[in-house]
């Protein structure tokens, strides 16, 4: 950790900061878990307002409504990446934290660091519930990472939805949207040109539509396994791949469909059917360009060569294996980013519109 407010991670491609504003954003939408939660001194709680999320000085959250041990107490919360950092904050000599009743933190960490002993930690959390969020976070610490980097793209809110519809016209409400998502894209091939600088085009390939089907919660353990068994070694079955990975896999809250083992078996039924799959694409996309793929098609959804492209993707690459929302999700995610960053065809205006996949999770936010 280089800051206080910055934890430094290792990811699977990397080393990601995670800002401590992304711990206040899980707080304030409830991103999280919330059955059986209890404090770390083992007290069951509940959640029953988290509070106003505070910009200025004192807590983070204040007039939260919370019950503990089955009392309900109004107060602040305080949100850190370990208890430890209340006194490197100095919280505990300022009285504008005497309001708060209960610490919120990642991980209880190491509670002995430098000037600060054991015992002068505890006596002065000593009355102070702490809850850890790790234990019950949605997806890994890394998704979390990605989707707040995106929100947060150029220091703009994407959540000022309210100011958006009352201060736009129509006309500046479609350029606006149309920009963002063009640097979504743009985005996405930055992230698919950093997998092929690292690996083959088939095993970005290969890693990168197994993170889709991984779905937010199990994205990294799919992609673990895409990296340690590639295309020319995938020889176990999707029953022997998600016993191999039992204690990696998060399956509270998932709907069936997106249940691992069924992406494996999915994933196992295209391996058998086209193998070299990836490789598909390439000859293809030569194709499609032969026949005036990139001439034809312009921001038009139903047109006769955006309906041959998906037909070519969906029924003669990946031979129907998952259902179409899944698929344009695997299109929009990782294919056409893909294709962009190797430079096998200019896939901007196609991916801005492309059919819709599934819907990304996003906070309910109030308006």
């Known amino acids: 950790?280089?800051?206080?407010?910055?934890?430094?991670?290792?990811?699977?491609?990397?080393?990601?900061?995670?800002?401590?504003?992304?711990?206040?954003?899980?707080?304030?939408?409830?991103?999280?878990?919330?059955?059986?939660?209890?404090?770390?001194?083992?007290?069951?709680?509940?959640?029953?307002?988290?509070?106003?999320?505070?910009?200025?000085?004192?807590?983070?959250?204040?007039?939260?409504?919370?019950?503990?041990?089955?009392?309900?107490?109004?107060?602040?919360?305080?949100?850190?990446?370990?208890?430890?950092?209340?006194?490197y904050h100095h919280h505990h000599k300022n009285p504008f934290f005497d309001s708060v009743i209960l610490h919120v933190v990642l991980t209880m960490g190491n509670q002995e660091r430098g000037d600060l002993d054991r015992s002068f930690f505890l006596n002065s959390l000593r009355d102070l519930e702490t809850l850890a969020l790790l234990p019950h976070l949605n997806m890994d610490l890394?998704?979390?990472?990605?989707?707040?980097?995106?929100?947060?793209?150029?220091?703009?809110?994407?959540?000022?939805?309210?100011?958006?519809?009352?201060?736009?016209?129509?006309?500046?409400?479609?350029?606006?949207?149309?920009?963002?998502?063009?640097?979504?894209?743009?985005r996405k091939v930055k992230f698919a040109k950093k997998r092929?600088?690292?690996?083959?085009?088939?095993?970005?390939?290969?890693?990168?539509?197994?993170?889709?089907?991984?779905y937010s919660r199990n994205r990294l353990t799919m992609a673990n396994i895409g990296l340690q068994h590639p295309l020319p070694h995938w020889n176990l079955s999707a029953e022997q791949l998600y016993q191999k990975y039992k204690s990696d896999w998060k399956l509270s809250g998932i709907r069936p469909a997106n249940q691992p083992l069924v992406r494996l078996r999915q994933y196992t039924s295209l391996m058998e059917k086209e193998p070299n799959w990836p490789n598909r694409i390439i000859e293809n996309i030569a194709l499609l360009k032969e026949h005036g793929l990139t001439k034809t098609i312009c921001n038009h959804k139903r047109s006769p060569m955006m309906q041959k492209m998906k037909t070519v993707f969906r029924s003669d690459i990946l031979h129907n294996f998952v259902g179409e929302t899944r698929f344009h999700t695997i299109m929009i995610d990782a294919l056409l980013p893909l294709i962009e960053a190797e430079k096998l065809m200019d896939t901007e205006t196609i991916w801005l519109d492309w059919w819709l996949g599934g819907v990304s999770r996003m906070p309910v936010v109030s308006i």
């Not at 950790?1 to 409830?30: A, C, K, R, T």
């Not at 995106?150 to 994407?158: D, P, R, V, Y």
């Not at 092929?196 to 991984?214: F, I, K, N, P």
Request: glycine share 6%; aromatic share 14%.
């Open 142 to 186: 890394e998704s979390y990472a990605i989707e707040h980097a995106l929100l947060t793209f150029e220091k703009k809110n994407l959540f000022d939805f309210k100011y958006i519809t009352e201060h736009l016209s129509e006309a500046e409400r479609i350029e606006f949207f149309y920009a963002e998502a063009k640097k979504r894209f743009h």
């Open 196 to 214: 092929l600088d690292q690996s083959s085009w088939e095993e970005a390939c290969h890693v990168m539509l197994l993170e889709v089907l991984g």
């Open 1 to 87: 950790m280089n800051d206080l407010n910055v934890f430094e991670l290792q990811g699977l491609y990397g080393s990601y900061s995670l800002p401590e504003s992304v711990l206040q954003h899980i707080w304030h939408y409830g991103d999280f878990n919330h059955k059986e939660l209890r404090t770390q001194s083992g007290k069951p709680i509940s959640i029953l307002n988290p509070g106003r999320w505070n910009h200025n000085e004192g807590p983070d959250f204040l007039e939260a409504v919370l019950k503990i041990d089955g009392k309900t107490i109004v107060g602040a919360v305080e949100v850190h990446f370990e208890p430890i950092n209340w006194f």
